[in-house]
DNA sequence: TCAAAAGTGTTGATATTACACCCATGT
DNA sequence: ACATGGGTGTAATATCAACACTTTTGA
């Protein structure tokens, strides 16, 4: 049946109005691993257990917004407005989850979002909110509340794709970084070992992914590397990387 | 049926309730061009104007069964169960889009689907629903109602993107088929022209996408081509082709 | 026999991979 | 001096793109 309108402005009385949550994954790069930010939820359903940072839409805001809010509050992380173009973090939608079987109170639809970022540290645990922390996506196996767990294994494996054709694994560097810290992004991200050499010359030959920054950088032992930063004015989420940078190619 | 739980919580009442539709992208391939399915809207908002087909989503029912019950109720077109599977079908999510500023009765979420399939005849215009044709892609600049150019744009960028590393453009064709009809698919998707000869090569070179079935097809003039069909056990959204069928391949 | 479409072979250009080798710094 | 990591050169292999050529049918 079409769209039943009683009146110019009102949405039918048969059609069903669900509450809606957001959830995010937030992922970072972390000790040479990939990390995902949880919260130990206070609040019954899942009380004590951990679950991704998210909960629900208010009247009047974006999705956008409320995945901001919901990191902001939970974790007094604040995402830069407008965090889905260029620079150091990058939020884009996931996919949307239920409304059936996926939350004890009744039928929520859960709206997924994706953060790529930096490492940062949190605040220290004992806030009025739930404690956040990293956790390496490798120990996640099973322990989240709701369908967290899916939602989570979604979110990495779009971040896996996705620095594979796109400039999107410069959103786990701060603004400017060397070839090294950018190789151990994807090293860690697909959990693989990349040949030093071979990933210098693709990253740095790719057009429209690296920008030579003149400044050298790191103090550690060794030759003191190159500092990069993204190339000016390409949408990270929109460049298409070409040749991409294989995946196949872990040795 | 809907499964309010009174629950050991209840869903909190700062949080807004919205309405949720799904709307679906339904693209098919006729006359060499890649062609959406839309409806004329009956009623208000926007009555009289071209939409994609959908609705509100109802009490107790999956997204994925109210995409496919709309689709039915508007198209009278039925998706086969677990149409996300492999065959010449191909259902899934394209993205959320909401809730603000796209219906002017108000805060609405919409959650697209993005279908293929094979070209299909429609019913005759004039049931009770509003009548539902093939548009080609190229020629919905700017037409339709809400959101629903942006919508349309997006399930096409996602069409031809990912047919480019799986093997989804067998979901445009008939169980059985020729290399040149799967040649003719990626042509109108991308709006290109491709080596028939080199295209042949990739296609059936590829492995886990095509399988032969030593049968031969086509009436038409010149050598018979030979059958093929989507390699057996391959989930056509989670197979990965290698080498892909680039995109950049165009002539 | 001819037109049309299917399918194979071949070749130069480009990409990938592996690894030898040199460069620049801290200790 | 030497260890450590940064960065370049090069050669074997695979893939891509263009196109000559053969095969198999209908008219």
């Known amino acids: 049946m079409p769209r039943t309108t009683p009146a110019p402005s009102a949405v ?8 809606v949550t957001v959830d995010v994954v937030a992922l970072t790069v972390r000790d040479a691993e990939l990390h ?32 901001a809010r919901e990191l902001e509050e939970e974790t007094r992380l604040t995402v830069p407005a407008g965090a889905t173009g260029t620079g150091p973090w990058h939020l884009e939608q996931l996919r949307t989850y239920g409304p059936l079987g996926r939350d004890p109170r009744g039928p929520v639809l859960s709206v997924a979002y994706l953060l790529l970022a930096p490492a ?20 996640t ?32 560097c701060p603004p400017e970084f060397t070839v090294a810290e950018l190789r151990g992004v994807y090293e860690a991200v697909w959990g693989t070992r990349l040949d030093a050499r071979n990933f210098h010359r693709k990253a740095t030959g ?16 060794g030759r003191p590397a190159e500092l990069f930063r993204l190339a000016p004015g390409v949408d990270p989420s929109a460049t298409v990387l070409h040749p991409p940078l294989l995946r196949a190619g872990a040795s």
């Open 141 to 172: 196996r099973a322990g989240l509340a709701f369908d967290h767990d899916q939602i989570l294994a979604d979110g990495v494996e779009r971040a896996r794709a996705k620095i594979e054709y796109s400039p999107l694994a410069a959103a786990f």
């Open 12 to 19: 039918p009385e048969t059609a069903g109005a669900f509450p």
């Open 36 to 67: 995902a930010l949880v919260v130990d939820r206070l609040l019954e359903p899942y009380r004590g257990q951990a679950a991704l940072p998210g909960g629900f839409v208010l009247p009047g805001e974006t999705l956008e917004q409320a995945a």
């Open 120 to 139: 940062f540290g949190l605040p220290a645990a004992g806030g009025d909110a739930a404690e956040a922390r990293w956790v390496p996506v490798g120990d």
């Open 206 to 221: 790719t057009p429209g992914f690296l920008e030579p920054t003149g400044r050298l950088g790191g103090g550690g032992p």
